[in-house]
C-alpha cells in the first residue's frame, strides 16, 4: 500500500507560468525601445506618388531605419519569416529595405510585432492595410478591413440622412 501511496510522486510534473508569454512580451518591447540586442536594421522606402515639388518622385531615400529582432519579426510575420529563414539574400544582411512601405506603418507594424497592440487611425489606415497585406500580418489586415467598414457605414448612415434633407428641400 505504501508503494501505491508514493507512485503518485513519480514522473514529471509540466507546469505552465501564465504570466510568462506576457512578461516576454514586455521585455522584448523594452529591449527594442532601447535599442539593444537587435540583430537587423530595417529600412523603409515608400515610393512618392507622382507630383512632388518638381515633377520629379524621390526614389532611394530611406525614410526611417528601426533595430529589430529577426526572431520577432520572423515568428509575427510569414514574410518576415521567409525573409530571414529561406536562404535569401536578406537572411545575411544586418540592413534590409522594405519598399513600398511608409515609415509610420512600419513603426506601427513593428511596435504590434512586439506588443500584438495596433493603433489604427483615419489617416493611417488605408497605408497600414496595405503594408500589412504585403508583409503578410493578417490580424492588422483584418483590423484595418473592419476599421474601414466600420467607418463606411458610419458615413453610409450620416450621409443618407443629408441627402434625404437636401432632396426634401425646394431648389431656389
Given at each position: 500500500?505504501a508503494?501505491?501511496?508514493?507512485?503518485?510522486?513519480?514522473?514529471?510534473?509540466?507546469l505552465?507560468?501564465?504570466?510568462?508569454?506576457?512578461?516576454?512580451?514586455?521585455?522584448?518591447?523594452?529591449?527594442?525601445?532601447?535599442?539593444?540586442l537587435?540583430?537587423?536594421?530595417i529600412?523603409?522606402?515608400?515610393?512618392?506618388?507622382?507630383?512632388?515639388?518638381?515633377?520629379?518622385?524621390?526614389?532611394?531615400?530611406?525614410?526611417?531605419?528601426?533595430l529589430?529582432?529577426?526572431?520577432?519579426?520572423?515568428?509575427?510575420?510569414?514574410?518576415?519569416?521567409?525573409?530571414?529563414?529561406?536562404?535569401?539574400?536578406?537572411?545575411?544582411?544586418?540592413?534590409?529595405?522594405?519598399?513600398?512601405?511608409?515609415?509610420?506603418?512600419?513603426?506601427?507594424?513593428?511596435?504590434?510585432c512586439?506588443?500584438?497592440?495596433?493603433?489604427?487611425?483615419?489617416?493611417n489606415?488605408?497605408?497600414?492595410?496595405a503594408?500589412?497585406?504585403?508583409?503578410?500580418?493578417?490580424?492588422?489586415?483584418?483590423?484595418?478591413?473592419?476599421?474601414?467598414?466600420?467607418?463606411?457605414?458610419?458615413?453610409?448612415?450620416?450621409?443618407?440622412?443629408?441627402?434625404?434633407?437636401h432632396?426634401?428641400?425646394p431648389?431656389?
Amino acid at each position: 500500500m505504501a508503494a501505491a501511496a508514493l507512485s503518485c510522486f513519480t514522473g514529471p510534473e509540466v507546469l505552465e507560468d501564465v504570466n510568462h508569454a506576457q512578461g516576454l512580451m514586455r521585455e522584448l518591447k523594452m529591449l527594442y525601445d532601447c535599442r539593444l540586442l537587435g540583430d537587423v536594421t530595417i529600412g523603409v522606402e515608400h515610393e512618392e506618388e507622382e507630383g512632388s515639388l518638381e515633377g520629379e518622385t524621390s526614389r532611394g531615400d530611406i525614410d526611417q531605419l528601426f533595430l529589430c529582432s529577426r526572431n520577432v519579426l520572423a515568428a509575427a510575420s510569414p514574410y518576415f519569416k521567409s525573409m530571414f529563414t529561406g536562404g535569401l539574400n536578406e537572411s545575411m544582411q544586418e540592413r534590409v529595405v522594405i519598399r513600398g512601405v511608409d515609415a509610420e506603418s512600419m513603426s506601427v507594424i513593428i511596435d504590434y510585432c512586439y506588443t500584438g497592440r495596433v493603433t489604427i487611425t483615419e489617416s493611417n489606415v488605408q497605408r497600414l492595410y496595405a503594408a500589412a497585406n504585403m508583409l503578410q500580418l493578417e490580424y492588422i489586415r483584418k483590423a484595418c478591413s473592419s476599421f474601414m467598414a466600420r467607418r463606411l457605414d458610419c458615413l453610409q448612415l450620416c450621409g443618407g440622412t443629408e441627402i434625404r434633407r437636401h432632396l426634401r428641400q425646394p431648389r431656389a
